[in-house]
């Protein structure tokens, strides 16, 4: 434990000069290159896949709930009718506003 007390400023160099050596070995302090998607915003494939994934859970959560409902009130199917228009709103209110996010030229 006396050791760490006797570190002075001279280690210290050592320890950067080894430290960013091993850093330049790595690979690790170089600039990183430039992406082209990323200068010309996302993907349009995953942003498909997400827009599509956005309204599917939409509808699954609507049915679910409209399933669980016409089970708990002996309803069949009037509960999950009247929750698919809802899902359906819901699904395309989170389209346009995952649609809104992304990069205007």
């Known amino acids: 434990m006396g050791d760490d007390q006797a ?17 330049d070995r ?8 430039v992406n082209q998607q990323r200068a010309e915003g996302p993907n349009p494939f995953s942003l498909a896949m997400r827009l599509g ?3 599917v859970a939409a509808l699954v ?3 679910a ?9 002996h309803t069949k199917p ?4 009247g929750f698919v228009p809802i899902g359906a709103i819901a ?3 989170n ?4 649609m809104g996010t992304t990069q205007k030229d």
Do not use: C, H, S, T
């Open 7 to 23: 570190q002075g400023p001279r280690d210290r160099a050592d320890f950067d000069q080894r430290l960013a050596a091993a850093r």
């Open 26 to 33: 790595a690979g690790l302090d170089q600039p990183e290159p």
């Open 53 to 55: 994934a956005e309204m």
């Open 61 to 63: 959560v609507a049915v």
């Open 65 to 73: 709930i409209g399933y669980g409902l016409d089970r708990l009130f």
């Open 78 to 81: 009037w509960f999950m009718i």
């Open 91 to 93: 699904g395309f209110r």
């Open 95 to 98: 389209i346009v506003r995952a």
